[in-house]
């Protein structure tokens, strides 16, 4: 976990954060450590069918709109990994609960930790299909999910059929239509 990257995102410019601040990272990341729960797990799919002039991944009767720079990045892949990572869910009801109470400062300390470790898991479980990839003589793209380069966010919906059971316990909100 990086508490640069937690004061960056606080934008305070880097060596400028106070003890105030910096007590709070380190005291709500020993917190937030103590209430992760961290999961990831992943699913290779073999043989995926582009559609280049269309930019569409076609994967196990699914059909996702990856947009042109995420298909021209994964179009000679001969497999697909889908993964999913999570901090579990008990960081993201204690940020709330900060905030309800009127903490705001740490509650989105707290919230930037979870997205903190939310990540160092999605970099773990990468790592994992790289290791298992490399295992059977191949190699392995950047990460990309909906919402990326312009990979419309609702084909989630699809990628979590296809992980089925290995979700992690993760569930989509339903999603909102362009009118709201």
């Not at 059929?161 to 239509?177: H, K, Q």
């Amino acid at each position: 976990m990086s508490e640069a990257n937690i004061i960056q995102s606080l934008g305070i410019p880097a060596g400028q954060a106070d003890d105030y601040v910096t007590g709070k990272i380190r005291k709500y990341t020993q917190i937030c450590t103590e209430l992760a729960t961290p999961c990831a797990d992943y699913v290779v799919f073999s043989d995926p069918c582009f559609k280049r002039d269309e930019a569409l991944l076609i994967l196990a009767d699914e059909t996702f709109h990856l947009g042109k720079i995420v298909n021209s990045a994964l179009e000679k892949s001969t497999r697909i990994a889908l993964f999913i990572g999570s901090c579990g869910t008990k960081v993201e009801e204690y940020s709330r609960q900060l905030m309800k109470e009127g903490h705001t400062l740490e509650g989105y300390i707290v919230d930037l930790i979870g997205s903190e470790i939310a990540e160092n898991v999605a970099e773990y479980i990468h790592n994992e299909v790289e290791k298992d990839m490399a295992g059977q003589g191949l190699k392995i793209t950047n990460r990309y999910s909906p919402g990326y380069c312009k990979w419309p966010v609702s084909d989630q919906q699809q990628l979590f059929r296809l992980l089925g059971e290995s979700n992690c316990g993760v569930n989509l909100t339903e999603p909102r239509s362009e009118e709201q």
